[in-house]
């Protein structure tokens, strides 16, 4: 969104941190984890933890988030390189400072479809192929519809 060879809004993109919602939420943190079996044999636990170690390192950690990855290493997100190549850096690391640690996003059978609505959606509004109304509306519907055994009594709630 801010590359302006590839997109049509970088004079008017701006991005910072995200509010505090009315319970002071946090904000949300995707990604996954890594971690070392201990069924495993002690070379393979080793091997593993070895791996790890390459992986997070800092010069890993550059790489992957260049590629467009979320490192984990928040010294990436306050190196002058990277924030020159990701203008939003300093506002993640404020959101971290702000807010403490993120919360992993729902973790619920449905939670991937309703990613996949808000990805769809959010997109075509970024493009403007719909209105930001048509674009809230139909994100709204179709999570309506995704999480319907929830709202009419089928399925637990999730607490």
């Known amino acids: 969104l801010s590359n302006p060879a590839t997109s049509r809004i970088t004079d008017c993109l701006g991005i910072t941190v995200e509010p505090a919602g009315p319970a002071g939420r946090k904000p949300a943190l995707g990604g ?9 044999s002690e ?7 070895l ?26 997100y306050s190196d002058p390189e990277m924030i020159a190549k990701f203008p939003h850096y300093p506002a993640l690391a404020e959101s971290w ?8 996003r729902p973790r619920f059978p449905e939670w991937p479809a309703l990613s996949d609505v808000i990805a769809q959606f959010g997109t075509e509004m970024m493009l403007g192929n719909i209105s930001v109304e048509e674009g809230v509306a139909r994100i709204e519907a179709q999570m309506a519809t995704i999480l ?3 709202t009419e009594g089928r399925l637990p709630k999730l607490q």
């Open 32 to 40: 996954f984890s890594l971690a070392v079996n201990a069924s495993s």
């Open 43 to 49: 070379a393979k636990q080793a091997a593993a933890w």
């Open 51 to 76: 791996f790890i170690q390459w992986i997070t390192s800092e010069a890993k950690a550059k790489e992957y988030a260049e590629r467009g990855g979320v490192s984990g290493r928040r010294s990436v």
């Open 97 to 104: 400072e702000k807010y403490g640690n993120a919360v992993f």
């Open 148 to 150: 319907r055994d929830y």
